[in-house]
């Protein structure tokens, strides 16, 4: 069995967050599990290098850490990603110690309720992941139009064509999990991510603003 992250940036209308998330859970290949992450609880703040880590950002670094692979939605906010989506990525990636991301199986993809995105923000998206050590598939560059027309009153894909790149995002993404897994255990036997999983609880520190000495 293989277990899939799904992450996905901002959308303009929160409907939308669920119908994505229905989607792409209905489009995986079998044997696939997908688990929908939700990063708010988040501190609104970069990882500070003089603070413990706080509780919540400990739990999303294991939750990353636990996964097999992991699939990245960014809508384009001012020719990049949300903001929100970056914060994600930093304590996943940098909130000290090794990096949760570190050689995991990672498939990006653009999303529009509208308009052609730009591909800046799937270059700003790829060059973050890269730094935070994340394996990332290369080519192609995917968009979902998920406009509203293409769902139903129930939250259903009714478009075909957003229905099979769907599931053509969620094979590649499962498919190229199996392969980096395999690879690694043939090449290495030290889990790149074994440090965020054994951690202790992280201590209690403040989950948000500048902390007071």
Do not use: C
Request: proline residues 10%; aromatic residues 2%; charged residues 15%.
């Amino acid at each position: 069995m293989t277990t899939l992250g799904l992450l996905i940036g901002s959308m303009p209308l929160a409907r939308t967050q669920h119908q994505l998330i229905r989607l792409l859970t209905d489009a995986a290949p079998d044997h696939t599990t997908v688990v929908p992450l939700d990063a708010q609880r988040l501190p609104h703040h970069a990882p500070y290098d003089d603070v413990p880590v706080p509780t919540p950002a400990h739990e999303w670094r294991r939750s990353i850490a636990e996964l097999d692979g992991i699939v990245v939605l960014a809508p384009t906010v001012e020719r990049s990603i949300p903001g929100a989506l970056k914060n994600a990525i930093d304590w996943a990636g940098t909130a000290g110690g090794p990096s949760a991301l570190e050689g995991t199986p990672t498939i990006i993809a653009g999303v529009s309720v509208g308009p052609l995105p730009r591909f800046a923000s799937l270059q700003h998206l790829r060059t973050v992941l890269t730094d935070v050590g994340a394996a990332l598939r290369s080519q192609p560059e995917t968009v979902l139009f998920a406009t509203p027309e293409a769902f139903d009153g129930s939250g259903a894909a009714v478009d075909p064509d957003l229905i099979d790149e769907a599931r053509d995002l969620m094979s590649a993404a499962a498919g190229l999990t199996v392969h980096v897994r395999r690879t690694d255990a043939v090449a290495s036997t030290t889990d790149p991510v074994a440090e965020v999983l054994t951690a202790g609880p992280a201590p209690v520190s403040p989950v948000e603003g500048i902390p007071v000495a």
